[in-house]
């Protein structure tokens, strides 16, 4: 019986967002689109990261703050994380929606700028024979490669996240250890958050109807494991863990390496620290 009120307290709350939604686009969905936090959507953003804590058993988000490191220099271009993260997370089994990826980037002699590629290129689809299947095409072996390396990317999980702000119904919120979760429950679909985000790191689920990304694994990070991307990278190139550990993996990471983010400039403050990369990563 308290379940069956649970669940109808729920699906009340849903149709009051969805009823304040009607009226604010109505009203400003040109606003929110560009970026502009309607004070209502600020509001619901705040109320989901505070009152809806995950229901994990002996779990406290307040002890923790979690980041990600990569390690370009290692990373060998296996793709074992992406396969990994699809059959761990249920992502859509295509060439094209990802909530992790690995990019390419190559220097060919006499080239000014790298040349970028990564697995949902039709070449690499072509060479891995199936849609479920990735790897990189061996394109480059007949040039001459000057310089080339892999970037893993993901989720940024950022300090101020673009994509919570423009949600307009509080669908897309920060948890107090810093991880960035949608309430599926929640999600309208109407794709703010995919346009807000300026590292590309959101998907649509045209399946479900809803917004999807990397949460870092959060089912497996609250119960002491490691993202699965993390647990399978046969060469060490992801690195995780609790920024308030001082001697945890990430905090030796970033004390121990000259790290970099993606985007600075955009004010989001990733939380994913890179070594090995250059200018030419976007």
């Not at 490669?145 to 950022?158: D, I």
């Not at 390496?257 to 990563?281: H, M, Q, S």
Request: charged share 30%.
């Amino acid at each position: 019986m308290e379940e069956t009120e649970q669940l109808e307290k729920r699906e009340k709350e849903r149709r009051e967002f969805l009823g304040w939604l009607a009226s604010a686009l109505a009203g400003g969905a040109a606003a929110v689109a560009a970026g502009t936090v309607l004070p209502e959507a600020k509001a619901a953003t705040e109320d989901a990261a505070k009152t809806n804590p995950p229901d994990i058993p002996n779990y406290d988000w307040t002890e923790h703050r979690w980041a990600f490191g990569v390690d370009a220099e290692k990373c060998i271009g296996c793709l074992r994380c992406v396969e990994a993260c699809k059959l761990e997370n249920d992502v859509p089994r295509n060439a094209h929606q990802f909530r992790t990826w690995v990019e390419r980037y190559v220097y060919l002699k006499g080239d000014e700028h790298a040349r970028i590629d990564s697995q949902q290129d039709p070449v690499n689809i072509a060479a891995s024979g199936s849609e479920e299947r990735f790897r990189f095409a061996d394109r480059y072996r007949d040039e001459t490669v000057e310089k080339a390396f892999f970037v893993p990317k993901l989720c940024n999980q950022c300090t101020h996240p673009a994509c919570v702000q423009v949600c307009p119904v509080g669908a897309t919120y920060k948890t107090a250890d810093g991880v960035i979760l949608i309430d599926h429950d929640y999600c309208i679909g109407c794709r703010y958050c995919v346009q807000a985000c300026p590292y590309g790191a959101r998907l649509f689920n045209d399946e479900a109807g809803v917004s999807d990304k990397c949460t870092w694994c959060y089912h497996r990070i609250t119960k002491g494991l490691q993202p699965a991307c993390v647990e399978v990278c046969p060469v060490g190139a992801r690195i995780f863990g609790d920024l308030n550990d001082k001697q945890s993996d990430i905090s030796r990471f970033i004390r121990d390496n000259r790290v970099d983010v993606l985007r600075p400039e955009t004010g989001n403050a990733p939380n994913v620290f890179y070594v090995g990369i250059d200018k030419e990563v976007i």
